[in-house]
């Protein structure tokens, strides 16, 4: 039997009656980050909470081998919520934990990932926040259905209102994302056609991970509804700028609820424990890239030129660097945060704040020291003239470091650790023998 508090299940059990709640999606993400979900009928929920729902782990990406195959999802109540694009169907959404048959978390689960990293915070007396600012691209579905070539949304720019095209889109997904429990801090255009951005409120990290993948699955909802295709790839444009989730991050002492951020003694009013963090994020910055740019075309997004940080930096004016410590009004001293600016929206979440807690925690028990803040524009410096490193220029160089730092490796398990190496090692040799469009209409005539 799995326990929950009664009055978590009487509050589900209105939300169900209320609702008129016929069917209900258990939700889990697989090791790379796409949701899985295993709907069941309103009449099976008792059970399910009760024992759990059992499902094949071998058949989902990066779970198990076929021996090891049993596994149940466990529902964590907090997140139970009625999905609004769905009320024909009368439609309710609830996020699992994923257990094996002796009932022990499975440490191949992305959110246990997490949930181990933010135990050694805890253990340290740190609470671990984050704030991420999802891009995404709006494309337009052609009259066949394809859709190539690709064709945005709108042609409008930075904040634009004329020519945005994408506003009464966006008032829907906030509409949708506010329905779904997600404070909506704010929408608005992106840099490039087709492009946008919408913010919610920071908070801890599980939960802002939970909403980040919520965040996903819906304004992908409610992009179809409208006719139209949403994506998170990066880089789906060639010589635009692409796709980035950066993310604002801050520690809280357990014991007072207080910033650990803050030192007003302090140039840049960071404490010794901010700074350390810091430090500990830079120098596991190529081991963490692999996961939080996961994919092949992660890293057409990180080049120079792009907005997209490159050099391994941190600084406080400098939106080039890859740490950035944004200013703080007066008296809000609380607001202290440091935002690492190279993560993008196809991550899993859950993972990626895993690793960036994990570089930074090893920079605090270690006493890290932060290099020199770099407050130039780097944007348009080569790596010669910044006498900075460099984040690895490919998947294949990003899977390198990671198999070389074991404190990240740790931090995902030896389960994670292992099939994320695998999945992303063959995706980097199918693409490496893939011949490409650029390829053959630069050679094909010639040679």
Request: hydrophobic content about 40%; aromatic content about 10%; proline content about 6%.
């Amino acid at each position: 039997m799995i326990a929950y508090k009664p009055e978590e299940l009487e509050r589900i059990d209105e939300t169900i009656k209320r609702n008129d709640i016929r069917f209900i999606r258990l939700q889990f993400s697989d090791i790379i980050g796409s949701s899985k979900q295993i709907t069941i009928p309103v009449d099976y929920w008792e059970d399910a909470v009760a024992h759990g729902v059992w499902f094949d782990g071998s058949a989902v990406e990066g779970f198990a081998r076929v021996a090891e195959s049993d596994m149940y999802l466990k529902p964590d109540l907090d997140t139970f919520t009625v999905i609004p694009w769905e009320m024909d169907l009368s439609t309710a959404r609830v996020i699992c934990d994923v257990y094996t048959p002796d009932g022990a978390p499975f440490e191949g689960d992305p959110r246990q990932v997490l949930k181990r990293q933010l135990a050694r915070a805890a253990a340290i007396g740190l609470d671990y926040y984050v704030g991420p600012e999802l891009e995404f691209f709006l494309f337009k579905v052609h009259d066949n259905g394809n859709l190539l070539p690709l064709t945005p949304h709108d042609e409008a720019g930075y904040f634009d209102i004329s020519t945005d095209l994408a506003h009464s889109v966006r008032r829907q997904m906030v509409d949708a994302l506010t329905a779904m429990g997600i404070d909506v801090e704010a929408s608005h255009h992106e840099v490039a056609a087709g492009q946008s951005e919408i913010d919610f409120r920071y908070g801890p990290a599980l939960t802002t991970a939970d909403s980040a993948i919520t965040f996903r699955t819906t304004v992908k909802a409610v992009a179809q509804k409208n006719g139209l295709h949403c994506t998170f790839m990066p880089k789906p444009i060639a010589g635009i700028n692409g796709s980035g989730m950066h993310v604002h991050q801050s520690l809280w002492h357990r014991s007072t609820g207080d910033t650990a951020m803050y030192d007003a003694d302090s140039d840049y009013g960071l404490s010794e424990i901010a700074l350390r963090f810091i430090a500990g994020q830079l120098a596991h910055a190529k081991a963490i890239t692999p996961i939080i740019a996961p994919l092949v075309n992660s890293y057409k997004r990180l080049v120079p030129g792009y907005e997209a940080p490159v050099y391994i930096s941190w600084g406080r004016t400098n939106r080039s660097a890859l740490v950035r410590i944004p200013r703080i009004s007066t008296g809000r001293y609380k607001s202290t945060r440091c935002e690492l600016r190279c993560p993008d929206p196809s991550c899993n979440p859950y993972l990626a704040f895993a690793v960036m807690l994990a570089a930074g925690l090893d920079g605090i028990e270690n006493k890290l020291i932060p290099p020199p803040p770099a407050e130039e524009d780097l944007y348009h410096m080569d790596s010669v003239r910044s006498g900075l490193e460099t984040l690895p220029g490919d998947l294949g160089d990003a899977i390198d470091a990671l198999r070389a730092d074991e404190v990240i490796q740790d931090a995902l398990g030896q389960h994670v650790y292992e099939r994320f190496i695998e999945a992303k090692t063959q995706e980097w040799n199918d693409y490496q023998r893939y011949v490409t469009q650029w390829e053959l209409d630069r050679y094909l005539k010639t040679y």
